[in-house]
């Protein structure tokens, strides 16, 4: 891993650890005889967080910039990009919605 660690998830109950970095690299570790398979780098920038599809067989992951792909574990590439999917602006007009006035002075924000 080249950039600090950003998601650590563990592969169907095994061994197996997805690991992800701040440049955009995906890393499988093998806990048992210490083998690493490179995935390279999967997104231009930084990866937020990835998890584990049910069914173990896809990955989704959360990019920095605020988009989403599906990657396929076995053919190892990205067989879905949704893009961008969340930005600051989207999460700002979201809170927004949320914030209740109770009174002149009070406001409860239910997140």
Do not use: P, W
């Not at 998601?7 to 970095?21: A, E, G, M, P, W």
């Not at 690493?36 to 967080?49: C, D, E, L, P, W």
């Not at 988009?67 to 053919?75: E, G, H, T």
């Amino acid at each position: 891993m080249e950039g600090y660690i950003t998601s650590v998830v563990r592969y169907q109950n095994s061994d197996l650890i997805f690991v992800t970095d701040r440049l955009g690299n995906l890393v499988l570790y093998n806990n048992t005889n210490s083998e690493q398979k490179h995935f390279g780098r999967v997104y231009s920038k930084g990866i937020n967080t990835i998890q584990v599809s049910k069914s173990g067989k896809r990955l989704f992951i959360a990019g920095e910039e605020g988009s989403l792909k599906i990657f396929s574990i076995a053919k190892q590439k990205c067989i879905k990009d949704f893009g961008k999917v969340h930005n600051k602006r989207m999460a700002r007009q979201k809170l927004k919605r949320r914030v209740i006035k109770r009174s002149q002075n009070t406001v409860l924000v239910t997140i």
